[in-house]
């Protein structure tokens, strides 16, 4: 482990991307005002944060409007101008008609309109298809990154499954909130054990707001920094979601463990 002098220089020096962020008002259950996703901005930029993708949820509950997001999109990067750099993307739920147009047109769903798509599960059910549905994307040249699974209980439930899904080339982002203890200690010892096991590759804010879901990476960053060390810290929060911002290869993709997630106590969590 590297001294606590070269730890405190790399928290100093690390720019974070983050790729999973309701940031843009009015299109979902994130800011309903521009003047409070002004505000979470301020609050990346504050943080570090060099990279934010607005990502919407395109779901039964909220119908996703490219047009619009990028309406949005060009008006808070007007507001604050190159001090941070946004692209759009969206949270992404597999349902029928969600499927069908991006068979279409899968641009305007991906992060920055590359190849990687943010993929939220069902909290009620994950259906027998769903291999073949995530097998389906990849073969159309997309990237899944199965998003929060620390939190889906169901998923929780089936470690197994999740791994498989690891195996075959998709990706998972853990919750910034989940690793600080945020979403209650079964969360947060998921996330933990699926780190160690090689199973994450991203972690996000999924920031809503500036009162309870806040935008800020920091103390994530420093979890992981003390607990996984440098190395790690920089694949999750620096060079790989910037890869997935891109469009380009992740630079780290860890091996996978079998080791099993021991759960302490079963929380349940919506997003």
């Not at 119908?63 to 619009?68: D, G, H, K, P």
């Not at 309406?71 to 007007?78: K, M, W």
């Amino acid at each position: 482990m590297a001294s606590d002098r070269c730890l405190g220089a790399l928290r100093a020096t690390n720019q974070m991307v983050d790729l999973h962020c309701h940031i843009l008002p009015g299109l979902d259950d994130g800011p309903a005002e521009m003047d409070e996703s002004v505000a979470m901005a301020e609050s990346a930029i504050a943080d570090g944060i060099t990279h934010i993708v607005a990502t919407p949820h395109a779901s039964h509950g909220f119908a996703f409007n490219y047009q619009r997001t990028r309406e949005l999109r060009d008006e808070l990067q007007e507001k604050v101008g190159d001090r941070l750099k946004l692209a759009t993307g969206c949270d992404f739920h597999l349902s029928p008609e969600n499927l069908l147009a991006l068979r279409k047109d899968s641009a305007p769903f991906c992060i920055h309109q590359k190849n990687y798509l943010l993929v939220e599960l069902n909290q009620v059910s994950i259906p027998p298809s769903m291999d073949q549905t995530l097998h389906e994307l990849q073969l159309a040249g997309l990237r899944p990154i199965i998003t929060h699974p620390e939190r889906n209980t169901l998923l929780r439930s089936r470690p197994e499954q999740f791994r498989g899904w690891i195996r075959q080339g998709c990706f998972a982002q853990v919750t910034g909130g989940a690793l600080t203890g945020f979403f209650g200690p079964s969360a947060q010892a998921v996330a933990e054990s699926w780190i160690a096991g090689g199973l994450i590759h991203f972690v996000s804010s999924d920031a809503h707001g500036t009162r309870r879901r806040v935008l800020n990476l920091r103390p994530a960053f420093d979890a992981v920094l003390h607990k996984f060390g440098p190395e790690t810290a920089r694949a999750l929060f620096e060079e790989n979601p910037l890869a997935a911002f891109e469009g380009g290869e992740l630079p780290h993709i860890p091996e996978v463990s079998d080791a099993p997630v021991k759960l302490r106590r079963k929380w349940f969590f919506f997003s």
